[in-house]
């Protein structure tokens, strides 16, 4: 099983600020990594998949680069609707593994 | 807009079989993937099997053939079966299912809470 680790575990910033979060997979998945975000009480919301691809409806301050076993998910200016946990996702193996989580808070 | 919408008991007891239902509105049932999903309280999420539109099904190796799933084109279903549950599988259970061709999946139901007790 592919373990997949984020970091760092929580994140603090400020409205308008950059954040970049990491995602390290333990062997490559090539670029079969995705990004999703939690809010609290509510499913995860798709954001990044195939590593840098944005789903339909994500605003463009999400981005998403790497490839391997190395993967960033950068919000250029954190909105109020951003503060929540980020989770990586791997499919390129099954069974495909989530991160721990990645919580972004004020 | 596809809605999915997950049903079953809130409550097991433990070794019984957990049965749960992923109900499909506003849309076709057709679909290249269908997974479920789990989240225990104040923890992670894992994967624990999907099916692809060919009728092929991956099951997590962690659930040790503990899990089944079933989809039921004439009543817009997709359905899991976990027997033998514990209390480890206390969990928020999710059905999700993508809009396009690959497996990212991009609409997810609301998630049932499903407690194993005695």
């Known amino acids: 099983e592919i373990v997949m680790t984020q970091s760092p575990a929580t994140l603090s910033v400020s409205p308008g600020e950059r954040a970049t979060l990491s995602c390290r997979a333990s062997q490559s998945v090539s670029n079969k990594l995705i990004w999703y975000l939690q809010k609290p009480g509510q499913a995860p919301r798709l954001l990044i998949y195939?590593?840098?691809a944005r789903a339909a409806g994500i605003p463009a301050r999400f981005s998403g680069s790497g490839s391997g076993t190395e993967f960033t998910l950068t919000i250029s200016s954190l909105q109020s609707e951003d503060f929540a946990v980020y989770y990586c996702q791997q499919y390129n193996d099954w069974p495909w593994t989530f991160g721990q989580g990645t919580k972004v808070e004020i | 807009q596809v809605q999915l919408q997950e049903s079953g008991p809130r409550l097991v007891t433990p070794s019984e079989t957990l049965s749960l239902t992923c109900a499909v509105s506003?849309?076709?049932?057709?679909?290249?993937?269908w997974g479920w999903i789990r989240q225990p309280p104040g923890k992670g999420l894992e994967w624990l099997a999907y099916m692809y539109y060919t009728g092929t099904t991956d099951y997590n190796p962690s659930l040790k053939s503990r899990a089944s799933i079933s989809l039921d084109t004439s009543k817009n279903q997709f359905s899991l079966r976990l027997t033998s549950v514990t209390a480890a599988d206390t969990a928020i259970y999710y059905c999700?299912?993508?809009?396009?061709?690959?497996?990212?999946?991009?609409?997810w139901g609301q998630g049932t809470m499903v407690t194993v007790s005695s």
């Open positions: 506003s849309g076709s049932s057709s679909s290249y993937y």
């Open positions: 195939d590593a840098f």
């Open positions: 999700a299912r993508p809009s396009g061709m690959g497996p990212a999946f991009d609409i």
